[in-house]
């Protein structure tokens, strides 16, 4: 096999892998794939309809971001958070980047901050129209972005990785009943608020979104405890 035709290889495979990665992050967001639940690579490849392999390279890569867990022979289960763990993030993520978005709210330009309305208007955009993918990828950027202006990015690698840690599941119920909607449009505000130069404003502000992100995830896990049998724990 030549070296050109080995890279070619590797590269379909990867986008496979790739494809395989993101269709599992929609089912653990959308709620089609339960926390707790194990789920065996071969099950799931029938389902996708492609080979185990990519989809036991996907899972390893979603146990790498801490979304699932390998349990031996078994397969993988989805991470469970528990409300000790979520407050612990919420938290963290509190201590860093409140007194940041304050940072940046007095030293930010008028121009920085206007940059990033497209991405916050696209977080309200996605809640309406349901699109659950959209919604945290814009939200993701929005957030890592604004704190990029910090200057700091150790800082912003931080929140991210306790952004992945603390990743909601399951959201198609919440979007259906619109509970999403609020938290989309506290994104602008919070960029008006930040452009008029009010930073303790700011800092407030994003005291009560993080708060209202926790409240989400406390509905979600009331709403998951209420799973039918079927969707219990178990394998798949």
Request: overall charge negative.
């Amino acid at each position: 096999m030549s070296g050109l035709t080995s890279r070619k290889l590797l590269s379909v495979q990867e986008h496979l892998r790739d494809r395989v990665a993101n269709a599992l992050r929609a089912a653990l967001i959308s709620g089609d794939l339960q926390p707790g639940v194990i789920y065996s690579a071969p099950t799931l490849a029938a389902e996708y309809g492609v080979s185990a392999t990519p989809v036991r390279e996907a899972m390893l890569d979603l146990a790498r971001e801490g979304l699932v867990e390998a349990v031996r022979n078994k397969g993988f289960r989805v991470t469970e958070l528990s409300d000790r763990d979520l407050d612990e993030y919420t938290e963290i993520r509190a201590l860093i980047e409140i007194p940041t978005i304050g940072r940046v709210a007095r030293s930010a330009t008028r121009e920085q901050l206007e940059a990033l309305r497209p991405v916050a208007e696209e977080i309200v955009a996605a809640a309406d129209r349901g699109d659950l993918i959209a919604y945290l990828e814009s939200d993701r950027r929005f957030h890592l972005d604004l704190l990029a202006l910090a200057g700091n990015a150790r800082l912003v690698e931080t929140v991210a990785e306790l952004r992945k840690r603390s990743r909601l599941y399951g959201l198609a119920d919440l979007s259906q009943e619109g509970s999403l909607a609020g938290s989309a449009q506290e994104h602008t505000a919070l960029l008006d608020i930040m452009i008029a130069g009010d930073a303790a404003g700011a800092e407030e502000h994003m005291r009560s979104h993080l708060a209202h992100v926790r409240t989400l995830w406390s509905a979600r896990k009331r709403e998951a405890g209420h799973v039918s049998p079927a969707l219990g724990r178990g394998t798949r």
